[in-house]
């Protein structure tokens, strides 16, 4: 399996952004993903995922319901819809799959995710 991340760029505090992971080399429901994000000198941090089980979501607390993952089985593509953005979100955000097929998330630790993608830089300034 292949992920590209993509959508991110730069938002002033308060604004919204979408991030897209293209899914290639097998169908969506082949794995759970995951979005995870690592700011300068800090350790990769997971954010949510989504189920290959049910399609279900999953979320870090700190997430507090202003990031929301989707999936869209026919273009092969998950979303990470993420709003009320502030300084302290500046990270590059990654995608990653991991489980496997018809399973619950891993969980969102990094170790627990076997394939990555190149990651998509997020910059929240004024």
């Known amino acids: 399996v292949q992920l590209q991340a993509s959508g991110g760029g730069s938002v002033q505090p308060g604004g919204s952004l979408r991030l897209s992971c293209a899914v290639s080399?097998?169908?969506?429901?082949?794995?759970?993903i995951a979005w995870f994000r690592q700011a300068p000198g800090k350790e990769r941090e997971g954010l949510a995922c989504?189920?290959?089980?049910?399609?279900?979501?999953y979320y870090a607390d700190f997430v507090k319901g202003e990031f929301i993952i989707s999936s869209d089985n026919v273009k092969k593509i998950v979303y990470l819809q993420m709003s009320a953005l502030n300084p302290e979100d500046t990270a590059v955000y990654y995608c990653a799959a991991g489980g496997g097929y018809y399973q619950s998330c891993p969980g969102l630790g990094p170790n627990e995710y076997d394939h990555w993608g190149q990651g998509t830089l997020v910059t929240v300034s004024s």
């Open positions: 080399g097998a169908t969506v429901d082949s794995y759970s």
């Open positions: 989504i189920s290959s089980e049910n399609g279900n979501a």
